[in-house]
């Protein structure tokens, strides 16, 4: 299939395409970043923007830099190029892990990790990424700019906290130490995971001084497993610990069943990967002692 018709513009900055959005608002106008998620939806005719607004002009939004402390990369920077930042590797080593499992590298290469997360897709890697790191997301609009915590990004299946006139500009990440892993499930290389747990954990003293666990797959959206979290904070990081707080991440789960796993299916790999997500970040942790 193919998209209805639609007219397109390439703005070289972001005033252009902020104005664009507010111009064309009544013909409900879409921003186009990597385009690997939204032109399918077009093609499908799933999404039917009046107006497409290119950002690749838009140089302003490409980069990556560190600002005392925290990691500012630009919504166009490609995926490709966070994955194999030196930047990111060192401040954000969780991030560096995830992308690295986002479908295939000619997608990464075309993918953005703006694009990613204001996609939100509830199945997606950065989104969790950006929930387990407290990131901050910062929009955008015609009054301006504002700052939106990860936690209150993600408002449910391809839903968030952006305004229709306004676009995602920059994803910032504070700098974690401590231990990382992403890992997932995923019945082929390159689909989209079944279930995906993101992990950062901070040992001081031989305890569990900060833990963060993020779930994908679970829920409408990326979501933290804040009773997880609970049961490692203060508590020594053994197997013990580990499996009381994997037991906990799926306390209360209800996720949807559907043609590639049923609800109790999602509820198990959530516990096995947490645990395994866990055991890599402490392990990691340990080492960096």
Known sequence: MKPPPFHYAAPSSVAEAVELL????????????????????????????????????VAELDGIRVDGGVLVIGAMTRQSVVERSPEVALTAPLLAEAVGLVAHAPIRNSGTIGGSIAHADPAAELPAVALALDAELVATG??????????????GPF??????????TEIRIPRRGGGHAFVEFARTHG???LVGVAAQVEIEAGRV???????????PTAIRATAAENALLGAAPGA??????????????????????????????????????????????????
């Open 191 to 193: 689909n989209f995971a």
């Open 209 to 219: 001084a900060r833990a963060a666990i993020a779930l994908t797959g679970v829920a």
């Open 240 to 289: 013990e610990t580990i499996a009381a707080a994997a037991d906990a991440a799926v306390t209360g789960l209800t996720p949807a069943a559907d043609l590639h796993a049923s609800a109790a299916t999602r509820v198990a790999l959530a516990r096995s990967y947490v645990h395994r997500a866990l055991e890599r970040a402490i392990s990691r942790a340990q080492d960096r002692r």
């Open 22 to 57: 507010v111009a064309h608002a009544a013909a409900e106008p879409r921003v186009l970043a990597g385009g690997q998620s939204l032109i399918p939806l077009m093609n499908f005719r799933l999404a039917q923007p009046g107006h497409l607004i290119d950002l690749r002009n």
């Open 159 to 168: 839903s968030t906290a952006l305004r229709p006139d306004e676009i995602l």
């Open 142 to 155: 015609p009054e301006g700019t504002r700052t939106i915590p990860a936690a209150e990004f993600l408002l």
